[in-house]
């Protein structure tokens, strides 16, 4: 073989794996259209006031304002579609509330790599009304929750009253989402059940087990990819609180 040919063509190889190495990820392209401190006050005012007509409003435009990923993201490498995927086939959208709030990331790991997170995961999810747990909305829930006053001023409040209130405040927003809390620290467990934590995959992304959590359980299910598609093979319940 010509040397100036296998020179050309061991050149080409280097620079296609280059190119291939330095692929630019695909950045969410996610933009706030309200503060935090707006959503806080929105919320205080339609409860304050008993107002049905304003709560409606606030989740119907979190509802139409925050959009799913782009395919462009969602499709970027194969480890992301697959958990895309994943999560399309695991999560029965069950209940009785009138929106399912979605998780705002997922950890996720490839045997023999690091392990890595997703931010402002949010899967299209049709035929649902799927609200996303962006920061802005979570803070807003947070504050409305009664949380952040307690950490604020702890034991210098009274925490029964305190709670009582957080508990109304709960039960007000039963017929969007549902809420499990307050808890520990009046903390809410806002994201609709199940939560999708963690998925753990085998090198030639064939087998995964996604790890989940809610209802006051959590477990483990195993997933394995038949013909191009994502198959739930077992569940087991881990862990009971």
């Not at 049709?126 to 962006?134: G, Q």
């Not at 009253?161 to 927003?173: F, T």
Request: with cysteine.
């Amino acid at each position: 073989m010509n040397k100036a040919l296998v020179k050309w063509t061991f050149t080409s190889l280097i620079m296609l794996f280059l190119f291939s190495s330095c692929k630019k990820k695909v950045q969410d392209n996610y933009h706030p259209k309200y503060t935090a401190e707006y959503l806080s006050k929105q919320l205080e005012t339609a409860y304050k006031e008993n107002d049905s007509v304003c709560l409606n409003a606030f989740f119907e435009e979190w509802y139409k304002s925050v959009k799913p990923n782009t395919d462009e993201f969602i499709h970027q490498n194969k480890v992301y579609t697959a958990i895309y995927d994943i999560y399309k086939v695991f999560c029965k959208l069950k209940g009785k509330t009138m929106y399912f709030v979605v998780q705002n990331q997922i950890d996720y790991v490839v045997a023999g790599s690091k392990p890595d997170t997703i931010m402002n995961f949010r899967p299209p999810i049709e035929k649902y009304k799927v609200v996303y747990l962006t920061k802005e909305y979570k803070e807003a829930l947070i504050n409305f929750s009664l949380e952040k006053i307690y950490k604020e001023k702890g034991e210098h409040v009274a925490s029964m009253d305190l709670y009582n209130e957080s508990s109304s405040r709960a039960q007000r927003l039963y017929h969007y989402i549902y809420i499990s809390g307050p808890g520990f620290g009046f903390s809410w467990a806002l994201e609709s059940s199940p939560v999708l934590s963690r998925i753990t995959f085998n090198k030639e992304l064939t087998q995964a087990i996604a790890h989940y959590y809610g209802d006051f359980q959590g477990g483990e299910v195993t997933f394995e990819k038949v013909k191009d598609k994502w198959v739930m093979k077992g569940m087991k319940k881990t862990y009971m609180s």
